[in-house]
């Protein structure tokens, strides 16, 4: 069993930052992906960004030169650095977790972020 816990969401301006961040903790395989979903009101949810334990990334094409994510491998956490925040990102944002080995997946309760002047 993994758990994740997320912490960092709230209220930013358009134009603002936000920093994101995840800890995961319990059975983790030595080897996974971490990252970020994002669901707005309405929506069906989205992949944001991902990281392996190869600091290999991927990210949606509307968050390219905006967000960062970050992996720090000894604490199994992810950051995610979000900077020029549109309304556009106003969405519950979820942490995401799946092993290579097992083909389950795990989630954190979700934080909200809202970026409204």
């Known amino acids: 069993q993994v758990q994740l816990v997320e912490s960092g969401g709230g209220l930013v301006q358009p134009g603002g930052s936000l920093r994101l961040s995840c800890a995961a903790s319990?059975?983790?395989?030595?080897?996974?992906?971490m990252g970020w979903y994002r669901q707005a009101p309405g929506k069906q949810r989205e992949l944001v960004v991902t990281i392996s334990t190869g600091n290999t990334t991927a990210y949606m094409s509307s968050v390219k030169g905006r967000f960062t994510i970050s992996r720090d491998g000894a604490r199994d956490m992810v950051h995610l650095q979000m900077n020029s925040l549109s309304p556009d990102d106003t969405a519950v944002y979820y942490c995401?977790?799946?092993?290579?080995?097992?083909?389950?997946?795990?989630w954190g309760q979700g934080t909200q972020v809202t970026v409204s002047s």
């Open positions: 319990g059975s983790i395989e030595s080897a996974y992906v």
């Open positions: 995401y977790l799946k092993g290579y080995t097992s083909p389950r997946e795990y």
